[in-house]
């Protein structure tokens, strides 16, 4: 609706202006200082091109002769040449002030054209699909714990923190200086890079480059110079040196759960306190004797899910890494003391991802106290509690395999990578940010920046044949107007969304929709479909596929890039 609404109004009104409205040429035979015949009622629209100053808001009267189109004595329209649309040949115009004009435009156009309603578009209860999914067709629906049944609050972030901080304090005898440090809510963002040697927190993209401004040595930024210094003169990250299929490389660790959130802002402050590095800590011991009733969220709608499920006929399964007092205490929190009747296999203590490629544990059994059972397990029963074990005997016991199984989960590695790529299973990948960050997307602020941003990438692309000495320095205006873009702000002020670099997909993003069919903000927007929903996936363009980007909307270029004249390079 965007495009079409800015395409349709463009034509009838400001880029009418630009390319229609005035469109003489200098002649079609070659360089000329004459300016002939144009359009049908034989006006001639003259050397005075009318430009204002740099930066003016008002609209030049006529166009550039670039885009003028010479109507010969019979009536047919030549193309203009090459040399003809470097419009500095023969016209003595300021290249300067006509890509100003060109700007300004674009500019005054983006901010007109945003039509009514667009803002607040995206509800942020939306499932949204990688791959096409038949919920008809899924008759098994399995889950983990953390942060996919029970999602906690922000207080549960801080109590990690300050647990894992004066843990670090008391048993391994670190600076008391550290206790000091009190935890940053809005520091850290799923999906960061740590680099272990260096001490280094940094956000990659899906190309494995950092994005320079987002390089981070204890509680403050490392200034591009040095960190292409310390990179060998590159932002590269070599495939051998980033984190691995799980997660973890020699030199890279990648953080992707919401629990390593606190644990990055211990590292950065720690860091802060002395140049260390390599501070290795799990917090997930940290809150297993806690109680949740303080942090669990939603807990209301969790039972919703279960309860709809059921009553439809679905098996339910859960396969998480907690134990089973702390499973134990959330569920009958969330759900009831009788929330074991809703599955009909429950797996705890399972050591994900080796439960889902290692075939080495068996399962053993718990009694009600949580207490280890030592006989043979030859089937998995519903009512049972069951630890540790492997994904090929579940497999063997329960004859769930293939499409049929959706699995929900909210760490792309642990939870989502090999159930996708190794075993056929339906995944659904649970990303709490995106109900922040779908807030702001909503905005007519994020709008009008991302709208502009695309606008000013067309500009770029389609004025850099313009080679003289002042032209070069509008492109290089626009080029760092570029790179500060200020959608960045809008989001974690130190890393950005947890979606995109400034122009780029992130690591996080690219690993999203790899091992991920479905993603969702909670497992309660299931809630909001019948489950004989089919999700469709967009048809998202690819480069080659795009005929009617934004940024060629709004910069009335139909071709990207303006080959024709890039001819002189052949």
Request: net charge neutral.
């Amino acid at each position: 609706m965007f495009s079409h609404v800015l395409w349709q109004t463009s034509k009838s009104t400001s880029l009418r202006k630009v390319y229609v409205a005035s469109c003489g040429s200098v002649a079609s035979t070659g360089p000329t200082t004459q300016i002939g015949k144009c359009c049908e009622d034989e006006q001639n629209c003259g050397s005075d091109l009318g430009i204002q100053p740099v930066r003016s808001t008002a609209i030049p009267t006529s166009p550039s002769p670039a885009n003028h189109r010479h109507v010969a004595s019979n009536n047919q329209r030549v193309s203009p040449t090459l040399s003809e649309r470097a419009f500095t040949t023969g016209l003595q115009i300021d290249s300067k002030t006509y890509l100003w004009s060109r700007y300004n435009e674009m500019k005054r156009l983006v901010h007109d054209l945003i039509p009514p309603g667009v803002c607040n578009l995206l509800n942020p209860s939306t499932i949204y699909a990688n791959n096409e999914v038949d919920l008809d067709e899924v008759d098994i629906y399995g889950f983990d714990y953390d942060y996919t049944l029970a999602l906690y609050s922000n207080t549960l972030d801080t109590m990690i923190y300050n647990t894992a901080r004066d843990f670090l304090v008391k048993h391994y005898k670190y600076p008391e200086g550290i206790s000091k440090y009190d935890y940053i809510p809005n520091f850290a963002a799923r999906g960061l890079h740590y680099d272990i040697q260096k001490g280094l927190l940094m956000k990659i993209d899906a190309f494995h480059y950092i994005q320079l401004g987002t390089v981070y040595r204890g509680l403050k930024t490392v200034p591009d110079d040095e960190v292409l210094e310390l990179y060998g003169g590159t932002h590269h990250v070599p495939l051998q040196e980033v984190s691995g299929f799980y997660g973890k490389g020699p030199m890279m660790k990648q953080f992707m759960d919401v629990f390593s959130i606190p644990e990055m802002t211990l590292l950065a402050a720690a860091n802060d306190y002395f140049n260390s590095n390599d501070i290795e800590y799990d917090p997930g011991h940290l809150y297993k004797d806690v109680s949740v009733k303080k942090y669990i969220l939603r807990g209301d709608e969790t039972y919703a899910v279960l309860h709809r499920l059921a009553s439809h006929g679905k098996k339910l399964f859960l396969i998480t890494n907690s134990p089973f007092s702390f499973v134990d205490k959330g569920m009958k929190y969330m759900v009831g003391k009788d929330w074991r009747d809703f599955f009909d296999v429950v797996i705890v203590q399972a050591d994900k991802p080796h439960f889902f490629n290692n075939c080495g544990k068996p399962f053993r059994r718990l009694d009600g106290n949580g207490d280890l059972q030592w006989d043979k397990i030859k089937s998995l029963d519903k009512g049972q509690i069951y630890k540790q074990g492997n994904l090929f005997d579940f497999l063997r016991l329960t004859g769930w395999r293939g499409s049929k199984v959706l699995y929900f989960g909210d760490h792309l590695y642990s939870d989502l990578a090999d159930l996708m790529l190794r075993h056929g299973w339906r995944t659904g990948a649970i990303v709490p940010e995106l109900e922040v960050e779908t807030r702001v997307v909503n905005t007519e602020q994020y709008a009008q920046s991302l709208t502009w941003l695309q606008a000013l990438t067309g500009l770029l692309e389609r004025m850099q044949v313009h080679r003289d000495p002042k032209s070069k320095e509008v492109l290089q205006d626009w080029l760092k107007e570029r790179e500060e873009a200020v959608t960045k702000n809008l989001f974690n002020p130190h890393f950005g969304s947890i979606f995109r670099t400034c122009h780029n997909p992130t690591f996080f993003s690219r690993r999203l929709c790899r091992f991920s069919d479905l993603y969702m903000a909670s497992i309660s927007c299931l809630l909001n479909y019948d489950l004989s929903y089919t999700f469709y996936p967009r048809r998202t363009p690819l480069q080659h596929e795009a005929p009617l980007w934004m940024d060629q909307l709004c910069t009335g270029c139909m071709k990207t890039p303006f080959l024709e004249e890039m001819a002189h390079i052949r």
